[in-house]
């Protein structure tokens, strides 16, 4: 029952596409994670993901349309529609998603990230 | 599949503790609420809840000891535990919590929200 800060918790890292784990609310995970250039097209059979940006600005690709998502917003992607987040700068961006939420959702490649770091 | 801007939905609204639904994710709510002044004691048996401050600063209160919540900071209470936010200031907070969370839990008074409006 601490206060996290949410500054204080990117500084500690640097990577890209490689989320950390920053709490646990009921059956879901509050993540951290850096975004720059292009993820992989994906989409999560089973769960819903939600992305806020902090710093940067992302857009998040959809097979007929992209949103552009800034600091301060969110976007909701529903599980089973494929999407791919890209940055063209680095982008810090909050996660809210089940805690069964593989990154890459349907897809295994050299982005997988199976064993999150708690920070 | 939209970007919500989170300050355009902290702009539709005026009253106090009166949480409003921002979006869905899984068996989660993401939820907006304006606080100012003192809640009340109460705990939620079942369900774990995140405050994330956006604007202003909070205090939230246990039993034995208070954590200061400014913005960029979040703070996860488990359930089960005793807690009463507390700004001296109107703070802008978003909620992320399970949907069957009510926002008094084990208390019923005239700040109990059984039906929340989505915005």
Avoid: C
């Avoid at 918790?9 to 850096?34: C, M, Q, R, T």
């Avoid at 710093?55 to 959809?62: C, S, Y």
């Avoid at 552009?68 to 982008?91: K, N, S, Y």
């Amino acid at each position: 029952m601490n206060t996290i800060n949410i500054q204080e918790k990117f500084s500690k890292f640097s990577e890209h596409w490689s989320p950390k784990i920053l709490g646990e609310v009921n059956d879901s995970y509050v993540k951290a994670v850096k975004f720059q250039g292009e993820f992989v097209w994906h989409h999560h059979d089973h769960e819903d993901e939600m992305f806020l940006v902090v710093r940067g600005r992302m857009r998040m690709k959809f097979r007929d349309h992209e949103e552009l998502v800034g600091p301060g917003e969110f976007i909701i992607v529903p599980r089973g529609v494929e999407h791919m987040p890209v940055a063209d700068l680095e982008t810090e961006v909050l996660l809210f998603e089940a805690k069964s939420t593989l990154n890459t959702g349907n897809v295994t490649n050299e982005r997988t990230q199976p064993q999150l770091e708690h920070i």
